[in-house]
Each structure stands twice: as structure tokens, then as C-alpha cells.
T-cell receptor
Framework: NAGVTQTPKFQVLKTGQSMTLQCAQD?????MSWYRQDPGMGLRLIHY???????DQGEVPNGYNVSRSTTEDFPLRLLSAAPSQTSVYFC?????????????FGQGTRLTVV | GQNIDQPTEMTATEGAIVQINCTYQ??????LFWYQQHAGEAPTFLSY????GLEEKGRFSSFLSRSKGYSYLLLKELQMKDSASYLC??????????????FGKGTHLIIQP
């Protein structure tokens, strides 16, 4: 069982470039989300999705787009990379609904924008 | 909005007990989670509380008081491998209906021999 898989693990971009961070889960989870983690800031929610075809913004959505065409995949697109987007990005998934359903995290993508 | 506070850093001795506190302010509360994160790795789930009281899982216990907006994570018989960041996270319903997870900034726990 692979769980949540993120690619790539490391990436260096030049300012203004675009790229897509991939996230896939094989647990049939309805809820998927993207976080960024910066020193001293903790994990902050970028975008989330409660199911295929449904997405919404989190705390820090500017500069990022998402889509959810299938239950399994939730890619995060950087439209025009900026140095402020240098961070570690985590994708997470869980079942929707009430109860103690914990989120499972991917291993992270370490992005540097120069 | 939500506000979650936890100490930035704590130091404890191998074999001892340490308590990491977390206070929060939120509406639409739907549970409190604790995650462990080793340097350079992803967060991993430790515990969940939605009702008041203590939940025990081996060497780790977590407590919740909803009326006080307060939780703590208790780690017993500390081992060197427990050196990590501990993240307090609150699940709450937003206006859109989905219950998202908001994290505190994490407590960096250092275990000394």
C-alpha cells in the first residue's frame, strides 16, 4: 500500500517558471489537501478538495492552482514561481466525514525558487 | 479564524516525562490531533481527541478540555528517538461545510542523555 505519493522530492525553479507538483493516493480518500511548511510558520493550508471536481481555497492560496479530476490525484500548479514560494510542500489525504480520521501525509516536495 | 498556540521548544531528559501544551481558539470544533514530525520527514499521526478527557496510547497520552480550549500531549519514558517536532492541529468546520485541519507552529522537543 503506497499511501500518499508526491513527486518530485526536490525541485529548483527560476523566478517566473511554472511547474506542477504531483500528489496521488491509493486509499480512496475523499479529502485531499496541500500544505506548505516554512520555518517558524508551521503547516499552512493552500488548497483542499472534498471530492473529484470540488476544490476550495485554504489560508494561503495566492499563486497556486489546483484541480481534482479523479479521486486519486490532486496536483498543485505554480503559475509563475516567486522566491517567496520557496518552501516544503506536503500533500495529505483522509476520509471525509466525522470521526477521528487522521490525515496521511506524503513525503514532501522541497522547492527552491531562485 | 483559528488561533493555536504551543511552546516553540522544550528540552527533556531521556527516561523522564514531558508534557507539551496546546491552547486553541476556534468555532465549529471537530477534534484535536497531535502529529510527530522528525526533521526532514512528513508528519505522522499520534493521537486524536474530540471529547474531554485523556486518551492513552502506549507511552503517549493526550488530554482535551473543550471548555478551556486546551490540550496536552504527555510523553513518558522518553527515548532519544522522541526528539522531533510535535504538531497540535485542530479540525473545525468552516463556512463552506468542509472541516479542515489547522496546525500550530509545532514544539521542537530535544531529548538529552
Amino acid at each position: 500500500n503506497a499511501g500518499v505519493t508526491q513527486t518530485p522530492k526536490f525541485q529548483v525553479l527560476k523566478t517566473g517558471q511554472s511547474m506542477t507538483l504531483q500528489c496521488a493516493q491509493d486509499m480512496n480518500h475523499e479529502y485531499m489537501s496541500w500544505y506548505r511548511q516554512d520555518p517558524g510558520m508551521g503547516l499552512r493550508l493552500i488548497h483542499y478538495s472534498v471530492g473529484a471536481g470540488i476544490t476550495d481555497q485554504g489560508e494561503v492560496p495566492n499563486g497556486y492552482n489546483v484541480s481534482r479530476s479523479t479521486t486519486e490525484d490532486f496536483p498543485l500548479r505554480l503559475l509563475s514561481a516567486a522566491p517567496s514560494q520557496t518552501s516544503v510542500y506536503f500533500c495529505a489525504s483522509r476520509t471525509q466525514g466525522t470521526g477521528g480520521t487522521e490525515a496521511f501525509f506524503g513525503q514532501g516536495t522541497r522547492l527552491t525558487v531562485v | 479564524g483559528q488561533n493555536i498556540d504551543q511552546p516553540t521548544e522544550m528540552t527533556a531528559t531521556e527516561g523522564a516525562i514531558v508534557q507539551i501544551n496546546c491552547t486553541y481558539q476556534t468555532s465549529g470544533f471537530n477534534g484535536l490531533f497531535w502529529y510527530q514530525q522528525h526533521a526532514g520527514e512528513a508528519p505522522t499521526f499520534l493521537s486524536y481527541n474530540v471529547l474531554d478527557g485523556l486518551e492513552e496510547k502506549g507511552r503517549f497520552s493526550s488530554f482535551l478540555s473543550r471548555s478551556k480550549g486546551y490540550s496536552y500531549l504527555l510523553l513518558k519514558e522518553l527515548q532519544m528517538k522522541d526528539s522531533a517536532s510535535y504538531l497540535c492541529a485542530v479540525r473545525a468546520y468552516s463556512g463552506g461545510g468542509a472541516d479542515g485541519l489547522t496546525f500550530g507552529k509545532g514544539t521542537h522537543l530535544i531529548i538529552q542523555p
